[in-house]
């Protein structure tokens, strides 16, 4: 009776599966696809579909996992990280007040699993949290797009960069180490393949300490959005002319009256879609006096002033 109950059991477990094994039975990579397509949690969830199924989602490669719906207070859980095929192709979640401890955790396990693209987006707390040092063990990334009001630590001893790094996006980050600048700077020219860079209101430097320059150099860079506020230079600097750049998008009001605004316009000279937008009304002449030469490639400019009593704008179109 017992052995009877036992195969009853069994039977019920295993017929949940019955009903799965046409998808089975497909190609692995038609079902890899097929998985892949699923949102993460509902992913996982197939573990519990039957004994058949109970790993078969940690063989899918090249996962880009979203947790980014403002809307859901749903996390990742790291250990279902663990779990995941390498690579990964992609991570990008909204980062809650409530979920900062958990960061440093998934950048563990994804550093492990060779993730590729990386966005967290972090909420803005009344004290910023620290981005966990294991990012700087993701080797393989080739898009990296940190957002939020969050610290950047102290690379290792040793960091070679991110050498795969396409895209790199800093936004509101703050980087308050002493020669972070030169961190970032090293950051940059590591990776000889930066296509696009986008530095937006960046707080580097300390209080009462001096201007530490980042000498920006990415020789095949095609979009470069640079936005330097009034309130802080951030020591942000072009140090050569981006001969392939297509697009810019330019806010330097910092440099504002100083030979380094010039010089910025001088080095993206060969673009051919460009975005200026300044607003200080502490400045009461043209901002783009003393551009002297002509920007041959370009073909569409978007530029707009707010000056002190006066407001311009304009948008060209060029033939």
């Known amino acids: 009776m017992a052995s009877a109950g036992r195969n009853q059991r069994r039977r019920a477990e295993e017929a949940p599966g019955a009903g799965l094994d046409d998808l089975m039975s497909l190609p692995p990579e038609m079902l890899n696809e097929i998985l892949a397509r699923l949102p993460f949690e509902e992913l996982v969830r197939t573990c519990r579909l039957s004994r058949a199924w109970r790993r078969r989602w940690e063989s899918v490669p090249g996962l880009d996992i979203?947790?980014?719906?403002?809307?859901?207070?749903?996390?990742?859980?790291?250990?279902?990280?663990?779990?995941?095929?390498?690579?990964?192709?992609?991570?990008?979640?909204?980062?809650?007040?409530?979920?900062?401890?958990?960061?440093?955790?998934?950048?563990?396990?994804?550093?492990?699993k060779r993730v590729q693209k990386l966005v967290p987006r972090f909420d803005y707390p009344d004290s910023?949290?620290?981005?966990?040092?294991?990012?700087?063990?993701?080797a393989a990334l080739t898009d990296l797009e940190l957002y939020g009001y969050c610290h950047l630590p102290r690379a290792p001893p040793g960091f070679q960069g991110f050498p795969n790094l396409v895209t790199l996006v800093l936004d509101n980050l703050l980087l308050r180490l002493p020669g972070a600048a030169a961190q970032l700077q090293r950051l940059i020219s590591s990776a000889p393949g930066l296509r696009e860079l986008s530095l937006h209101n960046l707080k580097a430097g300390r209080a009462r300490a001096g201007l530490e320059i980042c000498a920006i150099r990415a020789p095949s860079l095609r979009i470069l959005r640079l936005f330097i506020s009034i309130f802080l230079d951030n020591g942000c600097r072009l140090a050569e002319d981006l001969q392939l750049l297509e697009v810019a998008s330019i806010s330097i009001d910092a440099l504002l009256g100083t030979p380094a605004f010039v010089d910025t316009f001088r080095q993206i000279s060969n673009v051919n879609t460009l975005f200026f937008y300044t607003d200080s009304k502490q400045i009461k002449g043209n901002p783009l006096e003393g551009i002297s030469w002509k920007f041959k490639n370009l073909r569409f400019?978007?530029?707009?002033?707010?000056?002190?009593?006066?407001?311009?704008?304009g948008r060209y179109f060029l033939c």
């Open 301 to 313: 400019a978007e530029l707009t002033a707010i000056l002190a009593n006066s407001q311009a704008s």
């Open 66 to 112: 979203q947790f980014d719906d403002p809307w859901s207070d749903a996390a990742p859980d790291a250990r279902a990280l663990w779990r995941c095929s390498a690579p990964v192709g992609g991570f990008t979640a909204l980062v809650r007040m409530g979920h900062f401890h958990r960061a440093a955790r998934w950048l563990l396990a994804l550093a492990r």
């Open 128 to 138: 910023a949290p620290v981005v966990g040092p294991a990012l700087f063990s993701c």
